[in-house]
Structures are given as C-alpha cells and as structure tokens.
C-alpha cells in the first residue's frame, strides 16, 4: 500500500476533438513546433486537419517531420536545434508513440545543455517547454505520462527520459484519427497496450490504484483488439482500443514495466524491429519464467483471455493461459519467437548484455527477479 501518484496532464478523450486542437492549445502560446513522422500523419489528412485548427486560432507553426519508428537521440537533437532556431512556445506531437515520446524529448532539450542522450535513464530536473500531444494510434499511451524512450545510436541503449517536465499539458485522444490505421501497425501498437498492463499488474512496483486499470486495460484488448484488426474502419473497436490504451499510459505511469520490455528493448535498438512485435516475440517465454513467483496473477490473466480452469491450481490455470496467450498472439499475426527478425544463437550474448546494462530495473521489478543468466536463458528459449 505504499504508491505516490502525481499525473498533470489534461486528457481529452473523444471523437472529433482533434478539430479544435487550436482551442485547446492556445493557452500555450503563438507558435509551435509539431512533431511528427516522415509521412502517415500527412498521408492521412492529420497534419492539414491540426494545423487549419490551429492557423484559425491565430498560432504560427514550424513543422519538423523527420522522426524515425524507434526514435533516436541524434534525431532529436535535430528538433531541439530547429525549435531554438524558430523560437517557438510549446512543442506539439502528432501521431503514435515515437512522435510523442520525440515532442516531450524535444521540448525538455530545449531547457538543458548538451545533447538529449545525456538525459536518458533518468529522470532529470530541469523545465521543459510546454508540450501538447496528438495520439493517432491505440499503442504506447504516451500522452499519459512522462515517458520518452529513445534510442542512442552510438551504444545501441534504448532508454527513457522520464523528467517530472514532460507530463503533456493537453493530450487529445481522439479514436476518428485511428480509423485508418494499418492492420499491421494496430496489432504492434494494440499488443503493446496489453504489455503495459500486463507488465503493469505483474510488477513488484504495482499497488491498489494501478492494479484495476491494468486488468480493465487487459480486459478491454482482449474484447476489442482483434476486432479493430480485422474491421478497422469500426470506430467502436478503435474507440475502445484508445481507452484501453491510454488507461495504461497511466499505469505504466503508476507501477512501471518489467521483463517483457526489459528483453525487447535490445531488440528494436539493434534491428529497428516494430516495438510490440519484439515484445510478443520473448513474452512467452518470460511468462513461463515468471510462474512460479506470479501464478496467482497470472491465473487472473488467463482468466481475461478466457480460461475457465474451474477445478485447476493457479499454476495450472496460469500455463493454460500462456497457451491462450500464444494463441491470441498468432490471430494477430504477431511473431512468437525472436528468429523471426534474423536473431540466432550468435546475437544472445549482445542483446542479454544490453538488457542487463540498460534495463536492469525492470530486472528488479519482474514478479521472479531476473539476472543476466536468466535474461542468455530467456532469449534461447524465445529462439
């Protein structure tokens, strides 16, 4: 029962509401900067739709559109550059996680000396420029907390800034943004919410506030996940989806993550590989790993994915759901093993090294602690 819970950003959740960005932002001040990828927001109307809203509202904007899928620090020193240049007043991310995690990263650089990659693994003091943030996928629930991961192309560390200045001021959630979400991306995004509040629920960290939204989030992509995959035009699906998604913003927020991203990490900073699809590769083999300390949650895990288990041990019912897990994990079309992405025997030792060097407090924090061994063991079996 010990927790502190301190979340300042102002959520607005709803269809439409991207269209009065303008409104809701000109508090911040006359120019901003937004932060975007190389294209989707463009393709799909995003970035003409933000920036009508925010022209009628009489603020001045400065695009810069060149983050990549797994953010890199070199990148956003690039931003930080452009926004001093320009002079701008507050920082706008528009699109999925890495935009948003990159306009929180660029507005904190802003304040500080030096590049962005000293910051990370931390959580720094020091003011950041006020930052607004635009979700357009159901994925990271980044524009509910203070999390920016990045990754240090130099070292190949992916880590976060986690500095109590990049809470967002104002997060627009609106679900019309997803309807055009490719299938491929709203599984990896769609799996990475049911990691944040897997990992959330299972955490040593986790406590009595963020217990219930991590299973309501899991409950909630469990009913609705595959039918946004399948039907993505469904704006229920999608609207559920952006709920599940941003409630476990806040519990990731609340308790943290632990060996899932621990292990997944390494992944996508050597391979560039989709987030929640490095995830989903060494799940199963963590959750087998994590049994015999977390049986009794993880039987309430499989419970959501469907497992009845009437007259079985937590243990028995916990394995029945990994199986239920790997199962709803293939309907998805989500890879289950990491050779999938080219790894082999051969690459174990550098990606267990940077897991344990970058990652190691959510080697603390997993239900059954984790030590480099397990992390060499984990990923042969995730082979």
Same mark, same amino acid.
């Given at each position: 029962?010990?927790?502190?819970?301190?979340?300042?950003?102002?959520?607005?959740?709803?269809?439409?509401?991207?269209?009065?960005?303008?409104?809701? $932002?000109?508090?911040?001040?006359?120019?901003?900067?937004?932060?975007?990828?190389?294209?989707?927001?463009?393709?799909?109307?995003?970035?003409?739709?933000?920036?009508?809203?925010?022209?009628?509202?009489?603020?001045?904007?400065?695009?810069?559109?060149?983050?990549?899928?797994?953010?890199?620090?070199?990148?956003?020193?690039?931003?930080?550059?452009?926004?001093?240049?320009?002079?701008?007043?507050?920082?706008?991310?528009?699109?999925?996680?890495?935009?948003?995690?990159?306009?929180?990263?660029?507005?904190?650089?802003?304040?500080?000396e030096g590049s962005i990659a000293d910051y990370l693994g931390a959580q720094p003091a020091g003011e950041a420029l006020p930052i607004a943030l635009i979700t357009t996928t159901a994925g990271t629930g980044s524009e509910a907390n203070k999390n920016a991961v990045l990754t240090n192309p130099e070292t190949y560390a992916k880590k976060a800034l986690s500095a109590p200045s990049t809470y967002p001021k104002i997060s627009i959630i609106d679900p019309e943004l997803m309807l055009t979400v490719p299938k491929k991306v709203t599984a990896s995004t769609g799996i990475d919410v049911f990691f944040h509040c897997m990992e959330s629920y299972l955490s040593k960290r986790s406590h009595p506030l963020?217990?219930?939204?991590?299973?309501?989030?899991?409950?909630?992509? $469990?009913?609705?996940?595959?039918?946004?995959?399948?039907?993505?035009?469904?704006?229920?699906?999608?609207?559920?989806?952006?709920?599940?998604?941003?409630?476990?913003?806040?519990?990731?927020?609340?308790?943290?993550?632990?060996?899932?991203?621990?292990?997944?990490?390494?992944?996508?900073?050597?391979?560039?590989?989709?987030?929640?699809?490095?995830?989903?590769? $060494?799940?199963?083999?963590?959750?087998?790993?994590?049994?015999?300390?977390?049986?009794?949650?993880?039987?309430? $895990?499989?419970?959501?994915?469907?497992?009845?288990?009437?007259?079985?041990?937590?243990?028995?019912?916990?394995?029945?759901?990994?199986?239920?897990?790997?199962?709803?994990?293939?309907?998805?079309?989500?890879?289950?093993?990491?050779?999938?992405?080219?790894?082999?025997?051969?690459?174990?030792?550098?990606?267990?090294?940077?897991?344990?060097?970058?990652?190691?407090?959510?080697?603390?924090?997993?239900?059954?602690?984790?030590?480099?061994?397990?992390?060499?063991?984990?990923?042969?079996?995730?082979?």
């Amino acid at each position: 029962m010990d927790f502190s819970y301190y979340m300042p950003a102002h959520l607005i959740f709803g269809r439409g509401k991207a269209k009065e960005t303008g409104a809701y $932002v000109k508090s911040l001040g006359n120019k901003a900067l937004i932060v975007t990828g190389r294209s989707s927001a463009k393709k799909a109307g995003f970035l003409d739709l933000v920036t009508k809203s925010l022209e009628k509202e009489g603020i001045d904007w400065v695009l810069f559109d060149e983050i990549e899928p797994n953010p890199l620090t070199t990148t956003i020193d690039k931003g930080v550059k452009l926004a001093r240049e320009n002079k701008v007043d507050f920082v706008i991310g528009l699109g999925g996680g890495s935009p948003m995690d990159s306009a929180k990263a660029i507005a904190f650089g802003v304040k500080q000396e030096g590049s962005i990659a000293d910051y990370l693994g931390a959580q720094p003091a020091g003011e950041a420029l006020p930052i607004a943030l635009i979700t357009t996928t159901a994925g990271t629930g980044s524009e509910a907390n203070k999390n920016a991961v990045l990754t240090n192309p130099e070292t190949y560390a992916k880590k976060a800034l986690s500095a109590p200045s990049t809470y967002p001021k104002i997060s627009i959630i609106d679900p019309e943004l997803m309807l055009t979400v490719p299938k491929k991306v709203t599984a990896s995004t769609g799996i990475d919410v049911f990691f944040h509040c897997m990992e959330s629920y299972l955490s040593k960290r986790s406590h009595p506030l963020s217990e219930p939204l991590s299973l309501e989030g899991m409950r909630l992509v $469990v009913e609705n996940l595959k039918g946004a995959y399948d039907d993505g035009r469904n704006i229920e699906y999608r609207e559920r989806m952006a709920w599940a998604n941003t409630i476990a913003g806040i519990a990731i927020n609340l308790a943290g993550n632990c060996g899932i991203h621990a292990l997944g990490h390494p992944i996508s900073a050597y391979y560039d590989i989709p987030h929640g699809e490095t995830l989903a590769s $060494v799940s199963l083999a963590f959750l087998r790993f994590s049994i015999p300390e977390a049986a009794e949650k993880l039987a309430k $895990v499989a419970r959501i994915l469907g497992v009845k288990g009437e007259g079985m041990s937590d243990i028995e019912v916990a394995e029945k759901g990994i199986e239920a897990f790997e199962t709803f994990l293939k309907s998805l079309d989500l890879p289950i093993r990491i050779s999938a992405f080219g790894i082999g025997e051969e690459d174990i030792e550098k990606l267990a090294q940077n897991a344990y060097n970058n990652s190691f407090h959510n080697f603390k924090s997993s239900p059954r602690e984790m030590t480099l061994d397990d992390a060499r063991k984990l990923y042969i079996e995730s082979l």
